[in-house]
């Protein structure tokens, strides 16, 4: 079935560092969803790009699309030790139903 | 807004037992909620979807008659495991989609574990 990948899948760095987190799909998508998910809570939606989409912003995330390698970049920028979590992309090929990957863990030391 | 509950937040009962999760939109109504179960360290995997008054759509490999959804309202469905037994043990969230909306928001998770 459809499923974004996220690589790395564990990512530890500084805090004020940047931390760039990669999803790779497989078929063609209506859209592309980064969630974050703090250890044993439930998941907070951070930004939805739309295939048409290359680039967009939020803050201090930054998400691209490239819709030609089938692959997503999540950059959070200037890290801080409250950005510890893991990060899933979920690409949306079942209507508006997100399919998951297996996600990011990142670590970030202040 | 767009805040979406589940009760308990945490669960542990004997093998045998059935046990209910509540899931709430507390804010917005929600025509479609969704449940999934997820391993430690793992992706969610969706276990069903759930449309308010109608049946729910279960995937492949999930057992309906083990894993009872009930989406009787438009701010709540519920899941009940029945008969539980170890293997069940995991963490079990919802999540809601308001009509016609892309994005789900996600309720905080139930941790079952079943002795």
């Known amino acids: 079935s459809q499923q974004g990948e996220e690589d790395p899948q564990a990512l530890s760095i500084q805090e004020g560092e940047n931390a760039t987190m990669n999803c790779s799909y497989k078929t063609s998508i209506n859209n592309l969803q980064w969630y974050r998910q703090n250890s044993g809570r439930g998941l907070v939606h951070l930004i939805l790009i739309r295939s048409n989409e290359r680039e967009k912003h939020s803050g201090r995330l930054r998400v691209t699309l490239d819709t030609s390698k089938k692959s997503s970049s999540l950059l959070i920028t200037a890290s801080r030790a409250a950005d510890t979590a893991s990060y899933f992309c979920?690409?949306?090929?079942?209507?508006?139903?997100?399919?998951f990957g297996r996600g990011t863990s990142l670590i970030v030391h202040p | 807004g767009a805040v979406v509950s589940q009760h308990p937040s945490r669960v542990i009962c004997k093998s045998g037992t059935s046990v209910k999760i509540e899931c709430r939109s507390l804010?917005?109504?929600?025509?479609?909620m969704f449940w999934y179960r997820q391993f430690p360290k793992q992706s969610l995997m969706l276990m069903a979807t759930s449309n308010e008054g109608s049946k729910a759509t279960y995937e492949q490999g999930v057992e309906k008659d083990k894993f009872l959804i009930n989406h009787a309202s438009l701010t709540l469905s519920t899941l009940t495991v029945t008969s539980a037994h170890p293997e069940d043990s995991s963490f079990y969230i919802c999540s809601a989609v308001a009509g016609g909306k892309e994005t789900q928001y996600f309720g905080p998770g139930t941790r079952l574990l079943v002795l």
């Open positions: 979920a690409t949306g090929d079942r209507g508006y139903i997100p399919t």
């Open positions: 804010d917005f109504q929600a025509t479609t």
